[in-house]
Structures are given as C-alpha cells and as structure tokens.
C-alpha cells in the first residue's frame, strides 16, 4: 500500500476529470472533493485562464500552460523542427533528431508529397494534431488520398521496431515537471510496457490493422477475445528481459531520459512566452505527461508523441498480476508527484530529477533572444550525445550501425 501522508485540514479540490487513483489517494490524505468554488487543488487537462489567474502561491494546478508545444502532436513537431534548425545554425546537426520525420499540414503537404513520390518504400502514418487515445491515427496506405486538414501531422513509419516475441511495443515514460524557470523535471524510474495485440509486420495488407501497428490501449480493447493483461509489462521487467537477451538497458535509458531533457529545453522559453502574454502566475502550475517512446532493432528510442493526461486508471484487469503491477506503478506515480508539486508534505520519493542539479540546462535551444551562455550549453549536450555514441561503438565493436541516423537514412 502506498504510504499516505495527511493533507492540511480543510484541503479541497476539484477535477473534470476524474481518474481513479487521484481520487483515491486524496481522500486517504484527507481532501474534500468540491464541484465548486475556492479550491486549493484543480485538477485539469483544460484549465481556462481565469482558474490559472487565481494561483497565488499557495493553490495548485495540474497543468502547465503552454505545453501544448509538446502534447500537441503538430506543435510537437513544429517545436523540434524549430530547435533543430537552430541547432544547425549553430554547427549541431541532428542534436534533436529524436523523433522520426514530420510534416505538418497543411503547409508541408505539398513537400510532403514531394518526398512520399522520391521515396516510395517509405512507410508514413498519420496523426490529427489534437487527437487523443488512438483517435485520428493510422498508417496511410493511399499517399493519393492523403488530403490536407488543419494540425495534420504525416509522420515517417519507423519500420524496423526493436519487437518482443515478435509484437512491436512502446514505453511508456512518466515525466513530472514541477517549474519552468528553472526547468525541474523528473522520471519515474518504472513504467509500463504497452504491446499491439498482433504480430508485426509490414506487409502492405496489413497496413490497414491498427492492431498490429498501434499500442493505445484505447484502440487494442477493441479487438476481438484479446486480454490486455497479456500485452503490457512494466520496464522493470522489459529492462530485465533486455539483459537476458544481452543488450545494454541501461544505455537505452539514459538515452530516453536525454531525449525527454531536449523535448523540455525546447519548448521551455515559449511556455514561458504564452504565460507572460495571459498574465500567469506560474508558481502552483504543475503537471505529469506521458511520454510515447518506441525502440528501433538498434535499440535507438523515438519520441512517437507526448501526452498531457496519461491515464491514472488501471486499464488491466485489476485482478490479474498485469493489472496489480500497473496499479502499484500508478498509485507511486501519483503520490509523488503530490508529493513533489508541494500538495503533499515533503517525503521521499521514487522519481528521479533529470537534470543534475535544479538550474541546469536553464536555457533555450530555440529561441531568437539568444544569451551568451547559450551556445555553450548547446555544445556540452551534443558532448553527452558524442560520448554515448563512443560507448556505444566500444561496447559493440562488430555494429558499426549502431550509430545515430535517422530512420529514413538507414
């Protein structure tokens, strides 16, 4: 059971939205739940701006405004590709190249179709920039038919996933950031291991499957006698299974954890942007994201997307040994991430800073009001990627394609 630390007499909160495990472990610390008026918690995926007006130091929130720059899936690659570009200038190619190429509708459609025509081979997917649980997602099978809409994002398939007993999967990562000036963010060290229910392939007949190519539980209910609690493990046990078959987890993970600093350091300086324009006050904003990775047969993860309100709901069956690990995972996740953005009386907790220290890496990579420090903090993340590229080579000396390249140039 998850320890229970008491919240101050009196404390009230208020949700839209509702998910199992907040709800459970407030009312074990105390909390009276309210439909409305004064709150000292709102938990939202969509506050309006007046609620974010009556932060005052002492009120929480549980959304950082402005990181739509990330959850959004079309600002997510407006984002990277706006980071990368300057990272370019700058003499860094292909320090954010983290996520698999992207083309966002409808002013890339056209050089989108471009490259769709140059490459034929290349499998793409896509994606409705505000959709959400596998809404608006499939793999394209008629390049022709592809017709441009607002926030549409056409992504590169990476076609070469990393499989387990031959089922493509993704990770999913639980990131909690607690301040944007200075940026403080934090990993969970566990997290769950979400598998398609179909054997992969890339047959062009499969295509149309979403069962086979997509690992949204939302979409993997839906098909037929399937057991959910069969197609989900934790990254305990992942990382556990990655040793035995002798790859280097522990590699891959602090890859994963580099990859989520730079999404952050992206995004950071237009969050803050955004605040200053509505007047935010942005101490009590805090939130949680769920951050999609997939693995290549490299063992190299991919940014597939990042979410703003991962579920906090067990969607195994509760009764299974599946659905009691996610539900230890869900209920630890929860209660420190309280415990972190200050609900909760200070404690121990299992997530773990990303960052060294609180002010490191508090900079912008992608914006125009450069400061001088900037380019150095630049340079010394491309030295973290440069040194794990040569760890890499020496730990694999006969793969010499364990290199970073992007899944197009492979």
């Not at 701006?49 to 600002?75: F, N, T």
């Not at 890339?108 to 490259?115: F, N």
């Not at 805090?286 to 597939?304: A, E, K, N, S």
């Not at 150095?376 to 590229?389: I, S, Y």
Request: hydrophobic residues 40%.
């Amino acid at each position: 059971m998850t320890r229970v630390a008491p919240l101050e007499p009196g404390f009230r909160w208020r949700s839209d939205r509702r998910p199992e495990l907040v709800a459970e472990r407030l009312a074990r610390a105390g909390g009276v739940e309210v439909a409305d008026g004064p709150w000292d918690l709102y938990w939202t995926r969509t506050p309006s701006p007046a609620s974010l007006r009556q932060l005052d130091g002492h009120r929480r929130i549980s959304y950082v405004y402005g990181m739509g720059y990330l959850h959004g899936k079309h600002l997510l690659a407006m984002t990277l590709a706006r980071a990368a570009a300057l990272a370019k200038r700058r003499g860094q190619p292909g320090l954010f190249d983290i996520a698999p190429r992207s083309f966002v509708c409808p002013d890339e459609l056209e050089r989108w179709r471009a490259t769709a025509a140059a490459e034929p081979a290349t499998i793409w997917i896509s994606k409705t920039g505000r959709g959400g649980r596998g809404e608006g997602v499939s793999v394209v099978t008629d390049v022709d038919a592809v017709t441009s809409e607002p926030e549409l994002v056409l992504q590169e398939y990476v076609a070469n996933p990393h499989l387990l007993d031959g089922f493509k999967y993704t990770l999913r990562v639980f990131v909690a950031v607690t301040s944007i000036a200075p940026l403080r963010a934090w990993v969970f060290p566990d997290g769950l291991t979400k598998l398609t229910t179909r054997k992969f392939t890339t047959n062009r007949a499969s295509l149309g499957d979403r069962f086979v190519h997509l690992t949204n539980p939302d979409v993997l209910r839906n098909d037929p006698g399937v057991d959910l609690s069969r197609h989900r493990t934790t990254h305990a046990a992942y990382r556990e299974r990655l040793r035995r078959d002798g790859l280097d987890d522990t590699r891959l993970f602090r890859e994963i954890r580099t990859l989520v600093a730079k999404t952050l350091l992206a995004a950071r300086e237009p969050i803050l942007q955004r605040n200053a324009e509505l007047g935010c006050r942005m101490e009590g904003q805090f939130m949680l994201l769920g951050y999609d990775v997939l693995v290549d047969r490299d063992l190299r993860p991919w940014l597939i997307e990042v979410n703003s309100g991962p579920s906090l709901n067990v969607e195994a069956d509760g009764a299974s040994e599946s659905g009691r690990r996610e539900r230890a995972i869900k209920e630890r996740v929860v209660s420190d991430l309280f415990t972190l953005a200050g609900v909760l009386p200070p404690g121990p907790v299992e997530f773990e800073p990303l960052f060294p220290s609180p002010s490191m890496f508090d900079w912008l990579p992608c914006y125009e009001r450069l400061r001088d420090t900037d380019h150095h903090d630049l340079r010394d993340l491309a030295l973290v990627d440069a040194k794990q590229t040569l760890e890499r080579a020496r730990n694999n000396p006969a793969r010499p394609e364990l290199t970073h390249s992007s899944p197009a140039r492979r």
